[in-house]
Nanobody, 116 residues
Framework: QVQLVESGGGLVQAGGSLRLSCAAS??????????MGWYRQAPGKQRELVAD???????KYVDFAKGRFTISRSNAKNKVYLEMNNLKPEDTAVYYC????????WGQGTQVTVSS
């Protein structure tokens, strides 16, 4: 079992930046070995992948995140981060942290609101 708690969301103006954090606890083996990801869900839309990162630090981004978002992880701190720059109103969503391995675990989400 892995428990995930996100933080760092908030209200920001377009063009601004936010840094999301996800703290993991529970099965240390899963935390270290699992791929970690950030997803988001806007009102009326399906949850979508933003970026993910392997235990070895290999990151993958979807097109809208490339060049603006950076995912990173600290296995020593059991944390995953999402640095978001040049935010746009269409980035408004609830952002979820996910741990993916033998099982998939989700945090409760953190709201990001970007005003125009």
């Amino acid at each position: 079992q892995v428990q995930l708690v996100e933080s760092g969301g908030g209200l920001v103006q377009a063009g601004g930046s936010l840094r999301l954090s996800c703290a993991a606890s529970g099965s240390m083996l899963a935390i270290v070995n699992n791929k970690m990801g950030w997803y988001r869900q806007a009102p009326g839309k399906q949850r979508e992948l933003v970026a993910d990162i392997t235990s070895g630090g290999s990151a993958k981004y979807v097109d809208f995140a490339k060049g603006r978002f950076t995912i990173s992880r600290s296995n020593a701190k059991n944390k995953v981060y999402l640095e978001m720059n040049n935010l746009k109103p269409e980035d408004t969503a609830v952002y979820y942290c996910s741990s993916m391995g033998a099982g998939t675990y989700w945090g409760q989400g953190t709201q990001v609101t970007v005003s125009s």
